[in-house]
């Protein structure tokens, strides 16, 4: 760049000089001095302040030569000449210097800025690389989690319809063979194939759920329901359920009906009851019932008098196949009633305690 401008500079000197010497005659010296610094201002603006000196003495020597008697020589007669081009000189030398100055200042600004756009393109791309690992990284994660729920799904399926099957093919085996089994007995048996046919209807109907849930379609079909023919005919069903505990029904009197999907609150209360019958002691009483609270909120409750369930682990309780220590569930059913009591605009709770059993 220097030698652009001094190029440029010197060039633009033998121009004006050549084209203001047929003019000298008729003008006064200040005239070309004018011209001759804007030819060192465009060399200091090109070339910076090398090239703007450069050409500032250049500029100096063609005004001494061209245009100060005698021409075409060094010498100067007159005392007023020495101090036109001693003074022609130092403004040439001065606003070169000061131009280059600003020019330079202005190139820095302008590579700085250059700079801070390359380093601010260069941060879009790291962010831009970063937000894709990062949904690369929350992929995989969720991947993770759904390959997790997918085996826990498979353990849950293979034992608790290994189970009621394994029962079911017993009992059937034994019946078709033609074994002897006197008449309670042989009840007994198509009992036990009839409860674990309900179980099995109940494991199946909870996964089908848990799909729904997972894909974002469980709406309630709302319609008024009785709660307490609700609750009663789902303890009837699992009455032998409750051969070590008996169940009670605690219902407030008057109750309004429900606004709620019949079929699913009474998959909830099924749940809670399988649950309560399976923790229940022998000789315990499970209380089934609901009370209005306030003017509007309908609570109905399930509450067994089992071994309760620890504090750390109430908040898992309805994390989708988790199980508490020595558990047998699925680990699918508090998941589901958490559901299903939410998309109604509702919440379920648990009131446990070691000895007090749980609610």
């Not at 009992?191 to 099995?200: P, Y």
């Not at 409750?242 to 999907?261: H, I, N, S, Y």
Request: aromatic share 4%; glycine share 6%; net charge negative.
């Amino acid at each position: 760049m220097p030698l652009i401008g001094t190029v440029i500079g010197a060039a633009l000197v033998v121009v004006v000089t050549a084209a203001m010497v047929p003019l000298r005659a008729d003008i006064s010296r200040a005239a070309p001095a004018l011209v001759l610094v804007i030819a060192v201002v465009v060399a200091g603006l090109v070339g910076g302040r090398i090239a703007a000196i450069v050409t500032a003495s250049v500029a100096a020597f063609a005004f001494n030569v061209a245009f100060i008697p005698p021409y075409w020589t060094l010498a100067i007669d007159v005392v007023e000449d020495v101090i036109a081009l001693v003074a022609f000189t130092v403004v040439a030398l001065t606003v070169g210097t000061l131009v280059a100055r600003e020019s330079d200042h202005r190139r820095a600004a302008e590579q700085r800025a250059r700079e801070l756009e390359a380093l601010h393109e260069r941060y879009q791309v790291v962010q831009a690389e970063r937000e894709r690992l990062a949904e690369e990284a929350t992929r995989v994660a969720v991947l993770e989690q759904v390959d997790e729920q997918r085996a826990a799904l498979l353990r849950s399926v293979s034992h608790d319809l290994r189970t009621p099957l394994s029962t079911i093919r017993a009992v059937t085996s034994d019946l078709r063979a033609g074994a002897a089994y006197d008449d309670a007995t042989h009840d007994e048996l198509l009992d036990l194939v009839i409860d674990e046919a309900e179980r099995l209807d109940r494991i199946v109907a909870n996964l089908l759920n848990l799909s729904r849930i997972e894909a974002g379609a469980l709406q309630p079909e709302r319609q008024a329901v009785d709660l307490h023919e609700l609750v009663a005919d789902a303890t009837r069903r699992l009455d032998r359920l409750f051969q070590r505990a008996r169940v009670e029904l605690e219902f407030t009197a008057g109750l309004p009906l429900a606004d709620a999907d019949y079929s699913q609150v009474d998959q909830v209360v099924t749940n809670l009851l399988e649950n309560a019958a399976r923790h229940a002691p022998r000789g315990s009483t499970v209380r089934v019932g609901a009370r209005l609270r306030g003017d509007e909120l309908l609570s109905v409750f399930v509450a067994d008098e089992g071994p309760g369930i620890p504090a750390a682990d109430r908040s898992h309780a309805f994390e989708p196949f988790w199980r508490g220590e020595g558990s047998s569930s699925s680990g699918v059913g508090l998941a589901i009633c958490k559901a299903i009591v939410e998309a109604h605009g509702g919440s379920i709770t648990i009131d446990s305690g070691p000895g007090r059993g749980t609610a």
